[in-house]
């Protein structure tokens, strides 16, 4: 059952340190050193210094991981201190991204 807000998926506010980036054309582009602000089975929020567009596609690859995830984009929301909450979708996220099973439990 969807919840009013229309996420299903329950977020663990977990924080992992990623590298965030642009995919285009098979290649990343630019890389920012950031974290998660929260995790689901489907997607994660990510904290970014730029603003991100609804449908880009980008890619997270854990700090301690060398296994990168590519996701697309959902939704941006500017912070006061002109950071960015970035709402990334990556669907199966448990099975594309193992460590997450030892963070959320799953």
């Given at each position: 059952m969807r919840t009013l807000n229309g996420r299903i998926d329950k977020?663990?506010?977990i924080a992992v340190v990623v590298y965030l980036g642009q995919v285009q054309d098979r290649t990343v582009k630019e890389?920012?050193?950031t974290c998660t602000d929260n995790i689901s089975v489907n997607g994660a929020r990510v904290?970014?210094?730029r603003p991100w567009q609804p449908?880009?596609?980008?890619q997270l690859t854990p700090l301690k991981d060398e296994t990168s995830i590519r996701g697309k984009v959902v939704h941006c929301q500017k912070l006061e201190d002109d950071r960015y909450l970035v709402g990334v979708n990556?669907?199966?996220l448990s099975a594309k991204w193992p460590s997450f099973r030892?963070?959320?439990g799953a």
């Amino acid at each position: 059952m969807r919840t009013l807000n229309g996420r299903i998926d329950k977020r663990f506010p977990i924080a992992v340190v990623v590298y965030l980036g642009q995919v285009q054309d098979r290649t990343v582009k630019e890389t920012e050193l950031t974290c998660t602000d929260n995790i689901s089975v489907n997607g994660a929020r990510v904290i970014s210094r730029r603003p991100w567009q609804p449908n880009e596609l980008v890619q997270l690859t854990p700090l301690k991981d060398e296994t990168s995830i590519r996701g697309k984009v959902v939704h941006c929301q500017k912070l006061e201190d002109d950071r960015y909450l970035v709402g990334v979708n990556i669907q199966g996220l448990s099975a594309k991204w193992p460590s997450f099973r030892i963070y959320s439990g799953a």
